[in-house]
């Protein structure tokens, strides 16, 4: 009997999913790509690890991850289909997605573009804003669990630790995450609510823009408590490129209060979308990032931002940017005028264990009117999100590179058109933008299939050109254009030159010449002329018989051909043909290899007539073969002879 649960390649998993390849393995599970049989398309299939088959604890957890990502539909989110358990064993089937995660995205090219880090991280806000609406918190974002698609557009993985209220597995005191990006309030295992995942984005945005996470340590608590106690670097001391504004909204996601964070994935999208279009940001995200980098000049390690004013107390903005300078400095006056504030220690924390901060932004209005969300698609990012401000919404614009569609266009959006959303939702609208540049790899010296790989992967077109070549092996690229490291436009093309070897060239005929003029003939045709061998040929002596390469082969430049020389005919004896009919002494000499030359000579013995009578050279001595041999026959005419 088949073992159903087998993920070696090409077994056939509980019946329906053929393995492929093995893709990775974490602490929790093992994935693989399969083909599904019945549907006929590719998915990962996630199989919780054996040493937590028969772990209660793990199973819920894994089996948790499934229904709460089932729940979720929305392009940045990865796509569950099935989960089910086989032979004991519990497995999800998820979409499968090409292309790398952000980790390995940061660890290859970070720090990352302004501009680019800001279209990633809209992409992963839009996914917890589904999340968070379903009320899923994540709890586990980090550049590992997001996947970067070639054609840039992202996908936010495992839920596998997300709270959806189903079960409650988080135990007082414990730590559920990862440690670089874990939030104040869930290091010291507290409830979390959005701003726990939104501080997690923070440090995504932060390690894109900068390379590295803000805390590191050589052990996880270290690194936990770090993030409880200290506050970050700030990121402009680590990357003076990032703009102060994507500085402030950044270090507003990294606030060690919950509440000073962003309260939604809407509200930290928004900001980062003024970025992009270079307009102000809040004034309360202007003052909580200028708050954060106070603190962390400070010299005290466990200093905190005052509190602020309630978040409803935050002034409008009126479009003026020194009331953000202003409020800033008062930010900064305040932090020093308090000092060093003992907060969210371990061994202060809330005082009575209990959470005093908030994790969810009370409604005010739970009468708003409701709003018909109209059609934007095909519209003009700035028409499309003044029709929505007319209408009291807001729009969450989401980048993404399209050579398609004109660059401003708005592709698609969420909520569809004719759904309702009360007076001051949000409609997230994804707009056309012009592609990226790539930078060209360096795919000289690969073979021509390796280069392609390369540089499709890269977005390329490419072109193939052949050319011989002295040291460049067959099937290896000579040269590219452009040459490495030119920045093009995805769909541009590149021009490889690959190389067939060294260059050929035909051989020439030297058979029939003398040894002289066959030399001469080859090299004038870049060859030379190779081993000389003789031997006894009916050609002239001297004569050249054979070569090898023959005539008219492909060889390469400088290529020896072989020649062998005839010495002439072989010699062989003579026949005895005397007292022989004419034409039987003819057939032996002609046998022999001789010609014949027959001569005629009157006789008076009627019994010698058409005999020979002589032949020269005489039967028994030998001579070349092509050699005379002269004959004389016997003619009788009656006559008397004297």
Do not use: C
């Not at 056939?12 to 549907?39: K, N, W």
């Amino acid at each position: 009997m088949s073992d159903r649960s087998d993920t070696s390649p090409d077994a056939l998993f509980d019946g329906r999913y053929r393995i492929v390849r093995r893709l990775g393995q974490g602490g929790m599970a093992r994935v693989f790509l399969a083909q599904d049989e019945s549907l006929h398309r590719p998915v990962a299939v996630k199989v919780l690890a054996d040493r937590h088959s028969h772990d209660p604890h793990f199973i819920e957890r894994f089996q948790r991850e499934a229904r709460s990502a089932a729940r979720l539909n929305h392009p940045n989110i990865v796509q569950v289909y099935d989960h089910a358990q086989v032979d004991g064993v519990s497995y999800i089937v998820q979409e499968y997605v090409e292309g790398e995660t952000l980790k390995e995205l940061i660890r290859r090219e970070a720090p990352l573009d302004a501009r680019r880090a800001i279209t990633i991280a809209l992409q992963i806000l839009a996914a917890l804003r589904v999340a968070h609406q379903q009320g899923v918190i994540h709890r586990d974002v980090k550049p590992q669990n997001i996947l970067v698609q070639p054609d840039g557009k992202v996908k936010v993985a495992d839920f596998g630790i997300a709270n959806a209220g189903e079960s409650d597995m988080t135990e007082a005191g414990s730590i559920v995450g990862t440690a670089q990006y874990l939030a104040p309030e869930q290091a010291r295992g507290l409830p979390v609510g959005p701003p726990a995942d939104l501080y997690a984005v923070g440090i995504v945005l932060y390690e894109m823009l900068s390379g590295r996470v803000p805390f590191e340590g050589d052990a996880a608590v270290t690194v936990a408590m770090r993030h409880v106690q200290e506050a970050p670097e700030p990121l402009g001391d680590r990357n003076p490129l990032v703009q102060p504004e994507l500085e402030a909204v950044v270090m507003r996601a990294l606030a060690k209060d919950p509440g000073q964070r962003y309260q939604s994935a809407d509200e930290m999208g928004v900001d980062l979308d003024r970025v992009r279009q270079g307009l102000p940001i809040s004034d309360e995200t202007a003052v909580i990032g200028a708050a954060t980098i106070a603190m962390a000049r400070q010299p005290t390690e466990t200093m905190v931002a005052p509190p602020l004013p309630p978040r409803g107390a935050a002034p409008k903005r009126n479009g003026n940017p020194n009331r953000r300078r202003l409020w800033a400095l008062l930010a900064v006056l305040l932090v020093v005028a308090v000092g060093a504030v003992a907060g969210w220690a371990f061994i202060g924390g809330s005082g009575g264990g209990e959470d005093p901060l908030p994790t969810t932004t009370a409604e005010t209005d739970t009468t708003a009117a409701l709003v018909d969300v109209p059609d934007l698609v095909g519209m003009q990012e700035q028409a499309a999100v003044a029709e929505l401000k007319r209408l009291g919404l807001d729009a969450l614009v989401i980048p993404v590179e399209s050579t398609e569609v004109p660059e401003g266009e708005v592709i698609a959006q969420r909520p569809v058109a004719g759904q309702q959303l009360a007076e001051g939702g949000v409609v997230e609208i994804e707009v056309a933008t012009a592609p990226g540049v790539v930078a060209v790899p360096n795919v000289v010296g690969a073979t021509a299939d390796e280069a392609r790989r390369v540089l499709e992967e890269a977005k390329l077109i490419v072109r193939v050109l052949e050319a011989p070549s002295d040291t460049v092996p067959a099937g290896s690229v000579i040269a590219q254009s452009p040459s490495a490291g030119v920045e093009l436009k995805p769909g541009s093309t590149v021009e490889i030159t690959v190389s067939t070897g060294q260059e050929q060239a035909a051989v020439p005929s030297v058979v029939g010449m003398d040894l002289t003029n066959a030399e001469n003939t080859l090299i004038a045709a870049g060859m030379t002329l190779g081993a000389v061998t003789e031997e006894a040929n009916d050609a002239p002596k001297g004569q050249v018989v054979v070569q090898s390469p023959e005539a008219g082969a492909a060889a390469p430049a400088g290529t020896a051909v072989a020649v062998i020389v005839s010495t002439g005919p072989a010699s062989v004896p003579v026949p005895a043909v005397v007292n022989l009919a004419r034409g039987d002494a003819e057939a032996q000499i002609a046998g022999a290899g001789f010609a014949v030359d027959a001569q005629e000579a009157a006789v008076s013995d009627p019994g010698q007539d058409g005999i020979v009578i002589s032949q020269n050279p005489a039967s028994g001595s030998s001579k070349p073969k092509g050699s005379t041999v002269t004959i004389v026959v016997g003619r009788y005419t009656g006559a008397a002879t004297s």
